[in-house]
């Protein structure tokens, strides 16, 4: 259910930022010779602000992430549950499963790390 919760939680953020981001982007054009700088500017800001975050944060990575592991998880347990696969040929099940389990845990982590590491090993190459 954490892996279910956090895959909710970055699928709102992501929609809700880019969302955002299309309204504000659609809205500057008919903004620009309508209004003063002082609406159009922190308009433009917000875009800028909204576009960095949705890379920053890779909502739309964890949210990727988060919802493959947690239909994983979900089809597992119906496996251990079912008996099939290598559970019904397994003499400790709940063995199997805390070890299956884990490993896909772990590879879940591995990639999470990966994800958000080459985000920074990029902005770090930008900056040299």
Known sequence: SW???KAQQNKRSFCAIQFAVIVLSASLPVLIPLAKQFVTIPIAVAVTIC???LEVFKFRDNWLNYRTIAESLKKERHYLEAGVGEYGEAEDTRRLFVERVENMISRE??????T???HDQENDGETK
């Open 109 to 114: 982590n591995t990639l999470w790390l990966t």
């Open 3 to 5: 892996y279910d919760r």
């Open 51 to 53: 576009a960095s975050s």
């Open 116 to 118: 958000h590491t080459q």
